[in-house]
């Protein structure tokens, strides 16, 4: 079985207690979370070997994500401890459907400082899937490292998976540099991007035409979600949708990255991983065990805690 390695922003999600207008005292639960974290944690309950790499505080909250990452079974010795800057906190509200809106405390934030130095000798020692998402790529220091360690890996031959996941709130701007973004993704075999994202990214582009530019560069696969509407898989030989199971969403937190864990964690169970991305029925297999990830993961509030594991997922109609 093939390993995951993701890299990138663990942070701690202060989620409110409120759904949409409720009335009462808002309270804030500390759950850890942070994409490529809840992706790391997605494969893990899945019963795939994961390692998580990025830096945190030597602050409680940065232990907190540690040991949290370790309880759902992440590797985390690549976990680099700084006290040079704080463990970022993202305080989420929800509406009454449990989609969220974000405040983030980060910049400065210890994730922002990770530097291809502090990375393990070993990383790219053997096959694996490296995972990585568009936060890191908010200022200049860290889009130098995480582009760089991205092309690393894929010289080694390592699946390259690449989830837009685009925060704009997190960049000086208040919007996402679509450049940084498109170098990253151009780096990847896989890719995923929100119906939204994709409409962001794409500019005045054609969707179809932005699509085919991406699986020109370098792209096998791209997924393209929308919440719990159709999800849409293309290669460059076929395409495929499919609905997500009908659930009632109360966070929808960890809802892309299970979806993305589901995936993963049906390809690397495969040798040929290349090959598996270029196989329609591996392709489908994977996307039908992502839908019932992502679904499984909306119904429950945090983002490492709901994420499902093979027992969730075969219990879900």
């Keep these: 079985m093939t390993p995951v390695v993701t890299f990138g922003e663990a942070l701690v999600d202060m989620l409110s207690s409120r759904l949409g207008d409720e009335a009462g005292p808002e309270t804030f639960t500390p759950y850890a979370g942070g994409a490529p974290a809840n992706v790391a944690v997605a494969c893990a309950r899945l019963g795939v070997k994961s ?10 909250f940065g232990r907190f994500i540690t040991a949290e990452l370790a309880h759902h079974g992440v590797e985390t010795q690549g976990i680099v401890t700084t006290r040079e800057a704080r ?33 393990p000798r070993d990383t790219f020692a053997r096959p694996l899937i490296w995972h990585v998402c568009s936060n890191s790529l908010t200022e200049p220091a860290i889009f130098d490292t ?4 991205t092309r690393r890996a894929r010289r080694s031959g390592a699946l390259v998976s690449v989830d837009a996941n685009l925060r704009h709130n997190l960049w000086a701007g208040g919007m996402a540099s679509i450049e940084r973004v498109i170098k990253l993704l151009d780096e990847a075999a896989l890719i995923k ?6 409409d962001y990214l794409r500019g005045d582009q054609p969707p179809a035409r932005w699509l085919d530019a991406r699986l020109a560069a370098s792209a096998n696969a791209i997924l ?16 495929h949708r499919l609905t997500p199971p009908p659930v ?8 892309g990255d299970a979806f993305m864990g589901g995936f993963l964690a049906r390809l690397c169970r495969l040798d040929n991983l290349e090959r598996a991305l270029q196989d329609p029925d591996v392709l489908i297999e994977a996307l039908t065990l992502a839908c019932r990830c992502g679904a499984h993961a909306v119904t429950r509030p945090g983002a490492y805690s709901a994420l499902p594991t093979c027992q969730d997922i075969d219990g879900l109609d």
């Design 87 to 119: 463990t970022a906190l993202a305080f989420v509200s929800r509406d009454a459907e449990g989609e969220r809106t974000f405040d983030f405390y980060r910049p400065p934030a210890a994730d922002l400082l990770y530097r291809e130095a502090h990375l």
């Design 146 to 149: 995480t582009l760089a360690l």
């Design 248 to 255: 009632k969403a109360v966070d929808t937190t960890a809802g």
């Design 51 to 60: 390692r998580f790499l990025g830096m945190v505080g030597d602050d409680s």
């Design 193 to 198: 991007v929100s119906r939204e994202e994709l």
């Design 224 to 239: 393209v979600t929308d919440g719990p509407h159709e999800v849409v898989l293309k290669t460059a030989h076929f395409e």
